[in-house]
């Protein structure tokens, strides 16, 4: 409820969950017969992207396994593993993502790392992102998976972090087909995946 003058309520629209419901709705048909699960933890900027992700692994044939929602219970599941107690709230959040995604059955864990997103403003001077959210994969590497990017405990998760640039088109596309054909996906369906996945983010 918004109070607009004090003495009169009057029930407002919720943009906050208009825009949550909006990036993490179903963008592509669920995958029936996945080549593998990949978890993606609901942080940071994935709030951004995540039309993007959803559509071009479905496209592909690989099933997006979100991390649950935040609440109490998830922050303080990864609550060990924060090294700063000064980071913001967003970050430590990240923690309890992590471990939502080990605990369920993914073959791996896909966390990118963006330094720019994509200039919708033509007079803004930059579009990067906060040192924290680009970062911040790498901590979580370091501080959870090690350098070889598994965990003793949860072996069966592999972590990624690969770098994207949603400034330059070109430079997204060439990191895609570099990722993708990794988990051995053909370059005419990362191609055709690629423009659904643009499509559904705009």
């Given at each position: 409820?918004?109070?607009?003058s004090?003495?009169?309520?009057?029930?407002?629209f919720?943009f906050?969950?208009?825009q949550?419901?909006?990036?993490?709705?179903?963008?592509?048909e669920?995958?029936?017969?996945p080549?593998?699960?990949?978890g993606?933890?609901?942080?940071l900027?994935?709030?951004?992207?995540?039309?993007?992700?959803?559509?071009?692994?479905?496209?592909?044939?690989i099933?997006?396994?979100?991390?649950?929602h935040?609440?109490?219970?998830?922050?303080?599941?990864?609550?060990?593993?924060?090294?700063?107690?000064n980071?913001?709230?967003?970050?430590?959040l990240?923690?309890?993502h992590?471990?939502?995604?080990?605990?369920s059955?993914v073959?791996?864990?896909?966390?990118?790392?963006v330094?720019?997103?994509?200039?919708?403003?033509p007079?803004?001077?930059?579009?990067?992102n906060?040192?924290?959210?680009?970062?911040?994969?790498?901590?979580i590497r370091?501080?959870?998976?090690?350098?070889?990017?598994?965990?003793d405990?949860n072996?069966?998760?592999?972590?990624?972090?690969?770098?994207?640039?949603?400034?330059?088109?070109?430079?997204l596309?060439?990191?895609?087909?570099?990722?993708?054909?990794?988990?051995?996906?053909?370059?005419?369906?990362i191609?055709?995946?690629f423009?659904?996945?643009?499509?559904?983010?705009q």
């Open positions: 409820m918004f109070s607009n004090g003495s009169t309520l009057e029930k407002g919720d906050s969950r208009f949550y419901d909006l990036v993490f709705s179903d963008f592509a669920p995958v029936e017969t080549l593998m699960k990949i993606i933890p609901r942080v900027n994935i709030y951004e992207n995540y039309p993007f992700w959803s559509v071009l692994f479905r496209s592909c044939g099933e997006p396994v979100l991390s649950g935040s609440n109490s219970e998830l922050s303080d599941s990864g609550a060990g593993s924060v090294v700063s107690d980071i913001c709230f967003p970050a430590k990240v923690h309890g992590i471990q939502d995604l080990l605990s059955e073959d791996r864990i896909f966390y990118p790392i330094t720019f997103e994509q200039n919708n403003i007079t803004a001077s930059n579009c990067y906060c040192p924290v959210v680009s970062g911040y994969p790498d901590v370091n501080v959870v998976f090690g350098r070889n990017g598994k965990t405990k072996s069966f998760a592999k972590y990624d972090t690969p770098n994207f640039s949603f400034k330059n088109e070109k430079m596309f060439a990191a895609c087909k570099k990722y993708l054909l990794t988990l051995g996906v053909d370059i005419s369906t191609k055709k995946s423009e659904k996945a643009r499509k559904a983010q």
